[in-house]
């Protein structure tokens, strides 16, 4: 045999590991109660797409199109694209499936991993994972606020709350061009001290250079127009109406003139929570509305919009806020021997099926040892079946809280031990 390789992880993807999870699993299954409370249904779209879907919805001229792309060519030759994010699949899925026909607004909400080549650092991997919700078929404003008072809800429940609301409107296919103008005309003179990447997109998509990362772009965009002066009559009305209802719902939001969101489908409503404890990667969840993007993938004309969370940086600023929550088995069963092992297995499953998180130790151990095993797992009772209480049809229970300790009856353990569950742990 050849000698043993050790294995790490790629570069900006991790393990996630216990106790970690469970500030996962917690987020997860709120999310899943809190969207499904306003009709939100799960959605699961697969990971690998055809490539052109995503540089179709995302833009061409995107960071994410341009330079973060996991993009293979598969063993027909069909160009293949992890996915950088999910709302291009669920539309994709919306439009297959002719989802449309059904009653609007149709509504779902999914989670999982994403895939983008960027350079790895706090709060930025390059396999990520996200919960995002996308609504689609209502045009309506108020769905907008009901959208983001859902995510509040969200965060709310999660105990987040110091966390801020940006909300902006970066108008429709009629205003835009205006504001494209507008751009252009403020960069023309500074051209060419713009980066490569920007010197390009002043060409093709000048609002692209209002999201760009190096530092001299963002000094030259110093005093760069803003959209909403730019605004056509039906934009500016949505957006005022938007932020009305985000005043009724109480949601306290800033209005971010400068976040045009680093992608290119979003018309109007655009958004993003931020928070101060995240570093340089504030925004742990972002979305808005993509009113085109149906019709652009052959659907009937449909308004959607949606969100999606990042859940590490998510699950970093709930671990920050409370630490993880462990969780201790209830109860150890200490077999002494061969015969107590087999009626240690029969009293562990009827334990379990009580809904009890039951440890064992095996034959051939030590009570020494298994009360060491027991107290390192932080148990909270050890059952002692021995040859001695075999023969009198009782077991020995000890409290390693208390110390407290008796016997009890085989048949009655479950009974016994359930009357603990609620302060367990
Ligand atoms: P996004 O702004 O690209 O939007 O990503 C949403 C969130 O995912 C970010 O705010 C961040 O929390 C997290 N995220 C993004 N990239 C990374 C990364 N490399 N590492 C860790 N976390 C990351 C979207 O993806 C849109 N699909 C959202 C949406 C849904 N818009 C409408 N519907």
Redesign the pocket.
Known sequence: MSSPERYSALK?VQDILPPDISLWQRAESLAREVFSRYGFQEIRTPIIEPTALFTRSIGETTD?VEK?MYTFPDKAGRSITLR?????S?VRAYVQHHLSGLPSPRKFFYAGP?F?Y?RPQQ????Q???I???AFGVASPVLDAEVLSMLKVFLAALGLRELRFEVNSIGCENCRPSYRKALQDFFSGVREDLCPDCQRRYEYNPLRILDCKVERCIELRRGAPHVSDFLCEECKSHFEKVLAALGLLRIPYVINHEMV???D??TRTTF??TSEHLGA?K????????DRLVEEFGGPPTP???????????TALLSEKEGVVEVFPDVYIAPLGEKAAAEGLLIAERLRAKGLWTESGYEGSSLRSQLRRADKLACRHVIIVGDDELSSGKVKWKDLKTGSQGEVEIPKVEEFLSSFRTDVG
Not at 123 to 126: I, N
Not at 283 to 290: E, F, H, I, P, Q
Not at 304 to 314: Q, T, Y
């Open positions: 900006g994410i973060e950088p994010e999910g709302t291009a669920v994403m983008r960027e709060g930025r991997f390059r990520f994972h996200q995002g919700v996308e969101r680093g992608l489908y979003y993003e929570v990667q925004a742990v969840a972002a979305g808005g509305r993509y959607g919009i949606g969100f999606a969370i990042g859940m590490e940086r998510l």
